[in-house]
């Protein structure tokens, strides 16, 4: 088969890589408009889950993502006039650019075509093939094109938000709430190399207007937000990479496919960075609709039947995230009314955020605050962790140890 993906992010590099691997002599291309080894975003979480699919997938990739990324063993929630709180739970992070750096020499060793700088400009003229992968992100020009077809909507959340990064590195995936004169403002921050981490600030609307963000470009931005956590930034600085403050849009479409064009990852769905899953969710797409066409496609009627497999399978995986990714989403829009619990509960508001825990959870939290409960919890998912990495084919030990 003839197959074009039209954007080189996780969905569409992965999609390559997995569809080349299930039939060689596909000719695939990769049209990405940004030059190689540029990219927008800093590091992105994950769990076991996605590494468990990715070495199901492709052990060689899998290995690589997993001796790129940086581990992470605990949660910590702090909040003006409280002190710190923990939570359980560990993850994975790993900076964007290198994860499609691994992927895109992934795909060229296999022999897919990946050309940078190479944008599609015009949407109603697609590039000859037997099928179309739209992974263009988010603002899919594609899909975008034929939005009365693929039925899209879109909602617009209604905090703000920036992604930036700083060389600060963040001992562990933390949480920092401060109360400013305009209101209150957070951040969500994590390590994803041994010399920077993520740091996505949010804020509701009045806040973001009350301390004058919204009158500021990036660096003098980036240089109001460095004040208002100086408390939690060492004294290094944020770093916006070019993009400003965005609110979040929750994309839909009611149809994924039309003809021979498919949409895969963040040009079919979006998903709320507060559960930051959107590249998992992306990566899973391709697994599904390498899958589907696995088989081959004899015509036009096989090539819809694999579509709509594609489709369905996605459809009913995401649902749970996704609601998951509302409740949390809104919980961070209520934010400020959680404000004046004490620092356990709310530390508890914010990880039951998508309210599906059972009470014992509650009675976990309260119990593992002091220094020995905290540890033996730590201890305990160190030892899920390890044993979860050792049942992987590939990569067992550094997925261990990282
Ligand atoms: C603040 C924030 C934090 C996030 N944190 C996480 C996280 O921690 N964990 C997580 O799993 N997810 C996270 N996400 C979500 C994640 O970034 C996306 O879900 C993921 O990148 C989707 O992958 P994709 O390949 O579908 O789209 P993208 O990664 O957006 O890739 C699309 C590609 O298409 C290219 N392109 C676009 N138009 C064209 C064109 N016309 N021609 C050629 N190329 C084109 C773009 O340059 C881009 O490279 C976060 C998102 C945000 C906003």
């Given at each position: 088969?003839?197959?074009?993906?039209?954007?080189?992010?996780?969905?569409?590099?992965?999609?390559?890589?997995?569809?080349?691997?299930?039939?060689?002599?596909?000719?695939?291309?990769?049209?990405?408009?940004?030059?190689?080894?540029?990219?927008?975003?800093?590091?992105?979480?994950?769990?076991?889950?996605?590494?468990?699919?990715?070495?199901?997938?492709?052990?060689v990739s899998a290995a690589r993502i997993v001796d790129a990324a940086c581990g992470w063993d605990e949660?910590?929630?702090?909040?003006?006039?409280?002190?710190?709180?923990?939570?359980?739970?560990?993850?994975?992070?790993?900076?964007?650019?290198?994860?499609?750096?691994?992927?895109?020499?992934?795909?060229?060793?296999?022999g897919v075509e990946v050309r940078y700088e190479?944008?599609?400009?015009?949407?109603a003229a697609l590039p000859p093939a037997d099928l179309v992968v739209a992974c263009d992100g988010a603002g899919s020009r594609i899909r975008d094109f034929r939005a009365r077809h693929f039925g899209t909507r879109i909602e617009t959340g209604r905090n703000k938000y920036i992604w930036l990064g700083t060389p600060h590195v963040f001992r562990t995936f933390t949480f920092g709430f401060e109360?400013?004169?305009?209101?209150?403002?957070?951040?969500?921050?994590?390590?994803f190399t041994d010399r920077a981490s993520t740091f996505i600030a949010e804020c509701p609307p009045e806040t973001w207007t009350g301390l004058g963000l919204d009158r500021l470009d990036p660096a003098d931005g980036c240089a109001r937000l460095r004040e208002i956590f100086s408390a939690h930034l060492d004294g290094r600085p944020l770093d916006h990479a070019g993009r400003g403050w965005r609110n979040f849009r929750r994309i839909t479409a009611e149809r994924w496919d039309h003809g021979n064009v498919v949409l895969m990852g963040d040009a079919a769905h979006t998903t709320h960075f507060a559960i930051g899953s959107g590249t998992k969710l992306a990566m899973q797409d391709a697994m599904a609709l390498a899958d589907a066409i696995a088989g081959g496609i004899a015509d036009g009627t096989a090539l819809s039947a694999a579509l709509e497999r594609y489709e369905h399978r996605r459809r009913v995986a995401l649902a749970p995230l996704q609601r998951a990714a509302r409740a949390s989403s809104a919980w961070f829009e209520r934010m400020?009314?959680?404000?004046?619990?004490?620092?356990?509960?709310?530390?508890?508001?914010?990880?039951?955020?998508?309210?599906?825990?059972?009470?014992?959870?509650?009675?976990?939290?309260?119990?593992?605050?002091?220094?020995?409960?905290?540890?033996?919890?730590?201890?305990?998912?160190?030892?899920?962790?390890?044993?979860r990495a050792r049942r992987r084919p590939a990569g067992r030990l550094s997925a261990a140890l990282s």
């Open positions: 088969m003839r197959i074009t993906c039209v954007g080189g992010g996780p969905a569409g590099l992965y999609f390559a890589v997995l569809a080349k691997l299930a039939d060689p002599r596909h000719r695939i291309t990769v049209l990405e408009r940004d030059p190689a080894g540029v990219t927008y975003g800093w590091g992105v979480v994950f769990w076991d889950d996605l590494l468990d699919d990715l070495f199901r997938h492709d052990p949660y910590e929630v702090r909040a003006t006039g409280k002190p710190v709180t923990h939570l359980g739970g560990y993850g994975f992070s790993l900076g964007r650019h290198r994860l499609l750096e691994i992927l895109g020499e992934r795909a060229r060793q296999l190479a944008e599609l400009a015009d949407p109360r400013t004169e305009a209101g209150w403002i957070w951040f969500h921050a994590y390590p400020p009314e959680y404000a004046d619990l004490p620092a356990r509960r709310f530390s508890y508001a914010l990880s039951n955020r998508r309210g599906e825990y059972p009470a014992w959870r509650y009675l976990l939290h309260m119990s593992t605050q002091g220094t020995a409960g905290r540890t033996m919890l730590r201890w305990t998912l160190s030892a899920r962790r390890w044993h």
